[in-house]
């Protein structure tokens, strides 16, 4: 067994998300989607590109090809977490899934627009990666602390990440800013930006790798065990479905989370496309954004600890419904800088106790931990497939981000009535 609630332990479990958050910094949310608007309008002289043979806006494009990389980790992961936990593996699986990430988005400083299925095929590779790798790195929190402590630590781990990212990014946009010097173009500056995330990915991503230990099991690792994966997600499944608190919170989560993560995914290109934001503009907006949730995670780990996570939840969903409606009504950058402070404050606070409340109806003594957030990460990535999935097809149709924003309110109101429902003691404040 880990020993729980060891300081050195969980000081390097938060180092993966210092690691793996600047890849969600600088490749989904700014430098890369901007990159890639404007090389693929530059190759292809305007909004419609040519992939595979097909013409597509490639904004639709982007969004569909996040859609896509999420769904394969949908499929993959619940059996990879029924193996993991049945051999004892969860780390390895973290560490295949780290590698694979890290080294697509290293791959991404050759795309240069014209090679636009290259670009899209490492795009997608790399947000596999991320993804499944959070599967088992979410599932160490279980393990590594006790349910009273797990607001405060998943909150440092979101802290940590957003820190993280937002050093590397800064050293990334001196670059940017600075290129003359190094004597490379905009272009250039942007894929030598890719790179450098790759390489933090996997460089701090060994404190973790190296810090929090995993307890193997006496199991020779073969091909038997795809069979003994899937016994280990039924027998998990089937404990589920005796939990209703947890079937509802999972119900709850996937429409809200339908919201939470395509704003995050896509927020830069509302802002680019709808906007006609600079570069430099939407880069200071989401820099100032990561900065802000720090404060966020705290603070909404603060009101959870102090009315309860339930509270602090529907208090969170209640004010993003309020940003997508603003989203639609925004025409200016001032007011886009406004509604950026707000989705910093409440996004750490989502992210981290989503992830702690759901570690907290967990049965303290599983030994199933991965399997466990495997329906959690089943439930997460199928809400980003359909989100996304939405958003883009929404685009397609109308021709507008904002109607999609309004379609993102009515998924966080859904998740706010059913939220509503969860009850469990677990989940209660301070008397």
Known sequence: MIEKNNPKIIRAWTMYDWANSAYNLVITSTIFPIYYNQATRKAFGGETVEFLG?????????????????????????????????????????????????????????FTGENIEFGISMAVL??????????????????????????NV???????????????????????????????TDGQAARL????????????????????????????FTSKMITKGYQELFKVLGQIRQQSTIQTYLVAFFFYNMGVQTIMLLAATFGEKELHMES????????????????????????SK?????????????????????????????????????????MGGIQSLSRATYSKLIPENTHDSAS????????????????????????????????SALLLGLFFLIGLVIMNRVVSPALKGEK
């Not at 969860?90 to 290293?106: D, T």
């Not at 998943?154 to 003359?180: D, P, Q, T």
């Not at 930006?193 to 006496?218: D, N, Y």
């Open 54 to 110: 097909m013409n597509i806006e490639n904004t639709v494009l982007y969004t569909y090809a996040i859609s896509f990389a999420f769904l394969v980790v949908l499929i993959m992961s619940p059996l990879l977490a029924g193996i993991a936990d049945f051999g004892g593996r969860k780390k390895l699986f973290m560490q295949i899934f780290s590698y694979l990430g890290a080294f697509a988005c290293m791959s991404l400083a050759l």
């Open 154 to 184: 998943s909150a440092r781990g979101y802290s940590m990440g957003y820190i993280g990212s937002v050093i590397l990014f800064i050293l990334n946009l001196i670059m940017i800013k600075n290129k003359e010097l190094f004597g490379i």
């Open 372 to 403: 466990y957030f495997s329906f959690y990460d089943v439930v997460e990535k199928s809400s980003i497939v359909l989100g996304t999935f939405c958003y883009g097809l929404l685009e397609q149709l109308t021709g507008s981000m904002r109607n």
């Open 306 to 346: 102090k009315y309860g996570n339930k509270i602090a939840i529907i208090t969170m969903l209640v004010i993003w419904i309020g940003v997508c409606l603003a989203a639609y009504k925004v025409t200016t950058s001032n007011e886009f800088y406004a509604l950026a402070v707000v989705i910093g404050l409440i």
């Open 193 to 220: 930006s890719f790179a450098t995330t790759g390489l933090w990915w996997i460089g701090f991503a060994q404190v973790m790798f190296f810090g929090v230990p995993e307890v193997r099991k006496s199991v020779q």
């Open 126 to 151: 790399a947000m596999m990666g991320y993804a499944g790798s959070l599967v088992f790195y979410n599932a160490f929190l279980h393990d590594i602390v006790t349910p009273d402590q797990t607001d």
């Open 280 to 303: 430099n503009q939407l880069i200071t907006t989401v820099l100032v954004l990561q900065l802000i949730a720090v404060a966020g995670s705290f603070a909404f780990a603060w009101v």
